[in-house]
DNA sequence: AACATTTACTTAATCGTTTACGTAAATAAA
DNA sequence: TTTATTTACGTAAACGATTAAGTAAATGTT
């Protein structure tokens, strides 16, 4: 099977490659004539133009980078759904990288990213992520977009949702649900989110005047038997928590499996408030209350950014910030 | 900043491109001393090859293509997990395709992949999906290889799970716990999966001696509204089920709404199993018993063939074809 | 009629890397 | 010593598409 190249159809038409590509193009240059012999041949030949060549001599790829750290999180396949849908739309191309929440991988990544394969790079940083040279390095080249976990350096498009708010919020309704010992498990010292939310919680500590001292961010770093252990050590204490409050999704199941194995009854001994968005939670034993992420939107939200300074390359990406709420809804692990 | 080429390396080591080209590949054709000045100019000048040059060239991409209906699904996460993990280990890049069970989208995508950006695809075909020539025609060109849900055409690697053998194993649980009136929800009238899993349901209902008439295999296309709606039908009626198949994940949710909805205990009145792999299965009022696939697996064992094949041309891809058992978990929805 | 502009192309260079082929010097074989 | 081989490089042509610059003919302007 020949591959068919602007050189062939060229030749067939016995025209220069200059005018078939021009044609291609839609050029003004190029008589409709010309343009329509051109588009029907490559029609009929079913032409596909090769993206290596046109991407080396453009300098462009119609390729962005995604770069999260695991995809079977709701919020992360879900917002990359919606980064998906922007990019088809726009006739770009989407690689995916998972950094595992590591951040040599976020930096091999990076790093190899750097010429020609990618246009510019959405991302949401590893949980180990605490410097951030090899995102500024990246930035100085290409343009990077942040979505929910963003790092302070190279100044540009954050896509965030309200996560200080729901730090308080979250921990408000636990209070005024009657808890006096709240625990928020968090998986990182570093990241964005966790640093917003536990604000919210401390600031909701303090103005309801509960004791500091026994409502603390505990970290839960780790997979599997590591979450289980600590959840475990947390739940079965003296003085054990009677409200939890869960950063991320994948903590729900240990949570209530460490409750069941406890004996503890969610919502009369524990209480819990999960960041989650899982579709599941209203199905739960008993219905989870949620904060849910916006992450279609915030998805949408951080491609739309990246593509918009890429069709623009002036445009001052720290402007097309954007913070969009997230949702508490109440179901029974927080009620009566 | 100056890019960083191979010709920029050839002018500060007074040396020709072909040799620094040569001497990255650690050519036997090139001398120890040079090679180790070329890499460590490279290394400290930050050298990075551009992968449109080197793909134009060697006609290689070192990308392959992951076309998967959707990835807020558990399996297809999962999946895809497993596929990146294999990708990275060998360098290879991953692009991924939503085709959200539209066969157009997939036509799209295919033809559009056909020359240049990649060297080979990872497939799961839409649920629309009942004609082949369009995943044929790229098959023609490169290389594929199919998961979960394959095609018939053409010839190539399938990866698949023993769908007909889960099918029945699941009905026959159904039947041994009590029931007489099983209904298996589907999503496809064409889907590779569906008619095995519904063989297997068949012949189990066959060999048991259930009435066939009563235990039929119902569609559930749609989203959102229209599975509720047709879980509700299927559920209030006189001669309502008293077990239910649902062969994809993302049914799960609707059925326990409903049921909670009709007032329906589950296991008492309607036992309820679902092929998925969510990991929330275990908390869920009743606790889901399930059957699950070995995403992870198959999306490692889908990559590795096709990885193999790129490395090897004359590799017979149907020879890598894999079936990896999925695992039936008895839980509190189908008990007592 | 003389000159300017527009139209519709072509020529040739370019993007950065790879590689077939060429070559001069060093080493080995006879 | 002469010839063959190996070593270590260089030259130049690709890969396929794009585009600046050039050109000849057609059309417009005064």
Known sequence: ?????????????????????????????????????????????????????????????????????????????????????????????????????????????????????????????SSETDSFEHIEDFGKKLPVVFFDRVASAPATAKITTNDFECGYLATKHLIEAGC???????????????????????????????????????????????????????????????GIIATVERLTTDIYLVCQQLGLQIPGDVKVVCFSNQASAVILNPSLTTITQPAFEMGRAAAKALLKRLKNPYLNLEEESEVIPSVLTVRNSTGG
């Open 1 to 125: 099977m020949e591959t068919v190249t602007i050189k062939l159809l060229a030749e067939r038409l016995k025209l220069s490659t200059a005018t078939i590509s021009k044609a291609l193009g839609d050029s003004h240059e190029i008589s409709e004539v010309t343009k329509k012999r051109v588009f029907d041949l490559a029609k009929e030949l079913n032409y596909v133009p090769n993206a290596y060549a046109s991407s080396l001599r453009k300098n462009k790829s119609k390729t962005i980078a995604v770069l999260i750290p695991e995809v079977a999180d709701s919020f992360f396949s879900i917002a990359l759904n919606g980064i998906e849908e922007v990019a088809i739309e726009k006739g770009y191309h989407t690689l995916i990288y998972l950094t595992h929440e590591k951040l040599e991988r976020e930096k091999a990544i990076l790093s190899e990213l750097l010429y020609g394969r990618v246009d510019g790079a959405l991302m949401s940083v």
């Open 180 to 242: 006096k010992r709240i625990v928020m498990l968090s998986i990182s010292k570093s990241l964005s989110i966790i640093s917003e939310r536990s604000s919210g919680f401390q600031k909701a500590v303090a103005d309801h005047q509960l004791d500091p001292a026994t409502c603390e961010v505990v970290n839960c770093i780790g997979e599997g038997k590591t979450v289980h252990t600590t959840l475990t050590t947390i739940l079965q204490g003296n003085n054990r928590p009677d």
